[in-house]
């Protein structure tokens, strides 16, 4: 007897897998996942290509290697923040207060590493450990009372700021030793060429190796799966991007240890989001609160060890910032810090109503703040355009994601 039944997802993704099999399957499928609604990083690509012609246009110094390597070292610091504001955005919640935690982790760092003596690992051993105390701080209070994290974090914004206050005293900063490794982290260290060049392909690979495996298993279970031609060509073509950028990079000072840290994070990030029991049910809660506790996930430890990653992550980007500046001072993490990590990781992509959300979103949004931050103070402009055009940049994000979802929606219901 012939099967009537009506064509399951599994059957429309079977079908997928032979339409994918060449380049224009690939090419229809990336046009179909944006016309549902999955951007992905596109917008983000689009505006940055802008961004740099419109700068280079206009000041060709913008795209020399050694500005660009100033520009990574800039992103560096607010980028780690920023990466904590993707844990608490994909939950749907957000922390207000991660300006405030770099700058007491700022002051924390000159109190116990030039004040009281402490060795620098120790030092930033209990920054890390005060990041984490704020978190689970705020997620108590989430937990237990049901309090908001928009008001539990502005009232530990301004907590955060009276301690940090408190602690530098009358004298109102702390100048770091400027012959240390921590300032020449901040400032000056750059990796190795033959490392640099070294570790430009390990992407291509980790793609490759992940990808086949990934692709072997999903087949075996009759899902759909891309091609081995497809990772290839995939893995070739980032790799190829990121040899020409660290080329590029070398002809003037190089890579940046500080940013290549700030990438390690982001990678390790990724992986525990997208490859974890852990990773799953951060997307799970924040997709659907009620739903995820109906399936089992343990609801409040998510919360809570989402909150502690963010305070923890604002905290090591206040180290680098006070290393950055060789200072820890009353000034540290106020002005546009706060906007600026919390506007990285909605540019870059993740979403503000929740459940949706990368690592890459703080990588790629920083790096178009920063590029605007730039590119106007070579061209002597003043600040004020900075906060208006990245308001701008930010307003546009958040109203691309609407329509990703409404588009998401409508698809689906189709």
Not at 2 to 28: K, N, S, Y
Not at 40 to 48: A, D, K, Q, Y
Not at 106 to 111: D, F, H, N, P, T
């Amino acid at each position: 007897m012939t099967d009537q039944r009506p064509p399951t997802p599994l059957d429309r993704a079977d079908v997928r897998v032979r339409e994918d099999a060449g380049l224009g399957g690939t090419v229809r499928a990336f046009f179909d996942r944006v016309r549902s609604g999955d951007l992905g990083s596109l917008p983000v690509v689009i505006g940055l290509i802008v961004i740099w012609t419109v700068f280079t246009s206009l000041n060709p110094v913008f795209v020399t290697p050694n500005n660009l390597v100033n520009l990574l070292f800039d992103c560096s610091t607010t980028g780690i923040i920023a990466l904590g504001v993707v844990c608490v955005l994909t939950l749907g919640e957000i922390d207000l207060s991660v300006g405030s935690m770099s700058g007491l982790a700022s002051a924390i760092l000159g109190v116990l590493w030039v004040n009281q003596g402490f060795p620098v690992p120790v030092a930033v051993l209990a920054v890390l450990a005060v990041g984490a105390v704020t978190g689970s701080v705020y997620a108590m209070l989430l937990n237990r009372l049901g309090m908001p994290s928009f008001v539990s974090t502005l009232a530990g914004l301004l907590a955060l700021l009276g301690l940090q206050l408190y602690l530098l005293g009358s004298s109102g900063s702390i100048n770091l030793p400027y012959g240390s490794w921590v300032v020449a982290f901040g400032q000056l260290l750059i990796m190795p060429r033959w490392l640099s060049y070294s570790l430009s392909v390990l992407p291509g690979i980790a793609i490759l190796w992940f990808g086949i495996g990934a692709a072997a298993r999903r087949r075996a279970a009759n899902l759909s799966a891309p091609s081995t031609a497809r990772l290839v060509t995939k893995a070739a073509v980032i790799t190829l991007i990121i040899v020409l950028a660290v080329h590029y990079l070398n002809l003037g000072r190089g890579v940046p240890w500080m940013f290549g840290l700030f990438v390690a994070l982001v990678v390790a990030m990724d992986y525990a989001l997208t490859r974890t029991k852990w990773g799953r049910s951060m997307f799970a809660v924040g997709g659907n609160r009620e739903a995820a506790r109906r399936a089992g996930i343990n609801v409040r430890r998510i919360y809570m060890s989402a909150f502690m990653l963010c305070s923890m992550f604002a905290a090591l980007g206040g180290t680098l910032a006070a290393a950055r500046l060789a200072s820890s001072s009353q000034q540290a993490g106020t002005g546009d810090v706060n906007l600026n990590a919390i506007a990285a990781a909605v540019i870059g992509g993740t979403s503000l109503f929740g459940g949706r959300g990368s690592a890459y979103s703080a990588l790629l949004g920083i790096i178009v703040i920063q590029s605007i931050a730039n590119g106007l103070t070579l061209l002597n402009l003043s600040s004020s355009l900075r906060y208006m055009i990245t308001g701008a940049v930010l307003a546009i994000a958040v109203i691309v994601d609407s329509l990703a979802r409404q588009s998401r929606a409508a698809h689906g219901r189709a």
